[in-house]
């Protein structure tokens, strides 16, 4: 069956791969499955037709036959379980892996959005600048502790897994506030990530829909 | 094998139910598992013996013989999918319990720990009284469109889910600043939840844990 997915017409990030349907085609990419992209303008993003897709009027969307996923970390649990390459086979390795996918999208992606929230949302807010450091701050106390965690190893728990698919796509998120520097280990396996095959054809392919735009505007 | 979790010492909510093992124990509950409770200290749970068991020092962790599980969603999931009760047997179906998993940790609870940091956190600092109704507004937008998701129905996809069980402990944070009252709708969807006799035994036992500690203190 066709895997469709949606994808921005126009990405905020302008290419930088930091919208979530990078997470799912770097996804399908690990596990070799072929996939097409509906794009998706911002006004159409909030009208019923996208809506009872994705009830939260978002990127990305799953359809796949009579099924439809939203939700990133969802979609990417759903392709993990039905393929191989992205969760160990042993129980519970599969199970550690599952949980370093909610660590990086309910511990460590909360400040995140925060970060983004002040940056750019509440940039002309009289508040921004001198919260700011509040925010990075409880962001550097999740990176200190999972730095820790990491330690020498390549990956979180063993071999590359959806767990680490899933903190690389959130750390990125990091870059462009500079905060990533801060950290090199924390660096160097974002690094590993973005070198791999998978999630450079899946950056290839979202980069293209976006310079195609902006040459198009 | 004896399943043991962690749940603080003292929680921050004297007894709410609002701290995170109350999900744990509800889904325990909901699959009729019995299981121990090591309660923790702020102290302890920044130390090294927990710090292995929980990377980012929080509470609840899960215990079953070899296996060490964190992070609220993943214990719940792993929980759903040994035991019958809280996803549908129906693959798609199942699918989709997962994915209101996802969207109640990664796009409804963002903005409600954010409501939190602002209120309780930041609540000294020059901004928080102006900052306030952005961030409440934040989550009237995703409360609206949860709230048209869920229309007529009694739970968000079918029989009541993994995916309701932590659609509804999130939403539950929203009580003590009042705005779960803004809609009706869905305060009856978090009612329901809270009706359940897995919920009740949830919640007393945490409770106990607590009032114990205040009387004691």
Chains 1, 2 share one sequence.
Do not use: C
Request: hydrophobic share 45%; glycine share 6%.
């Amino acid at each position: 069956m066709t895997i469709t997915i949606t994808a921005f017409e126009r990405s905020p990030d302008g290419g930088k791969g930091l919208a979530r349907d990078t997470r799912v085609r770097w996804a399908l990419e690990e596990v070799g499955q072929p996939y097409e992209v509906r794009l998706v303008s911002f006004r159409a993003m909030k009208e019923p037709a996208h809506l009872r897709l994705h009830p939260f009027g978002q990127i990305p969307t799953y359809e796949e036959g009579d099924l439809v996923l939203f939700e990133t970390g969802a979609i990417v649990f759903h392709l993990a379980q039905r393929h191989p390459g992205l969760l160990p086979d042993d129980a519970n390795a599969r199970a550690r892996a599952i949980t370093w996918m909610f660590a990086a999208l309910n511990t460590v992606e909360p400040p995140i959005l925060d970060l983004s929230n002040t940056r750019i949302a509440e940039r002309d807010k009289p508040w921004s600048q001198e919260r700011l450091p509040l925010v990075e701050d409880r962001i550097r106390q999740r990176l200190v502790q999972l730095s820790a965690r990491l330690g020498d190893a390549g990956w979180l728990d063993g071999a590359f897994s959806a767990g680490d698919l899933m903190m690389v796509s959130v750390l990125l998120r990091l870059r462009p506030a500079g905060m990533l520097d801060e950290f090199p280990d924390l660096a160097a396996y974002v690094a590993r990530g973005e070198a791999r095959p998978a999630y450079q054809r899946a950056f290839a392919a979202q980069w293209a829909v976006n310079t195609a735009k902006s040459q198009a505007g």
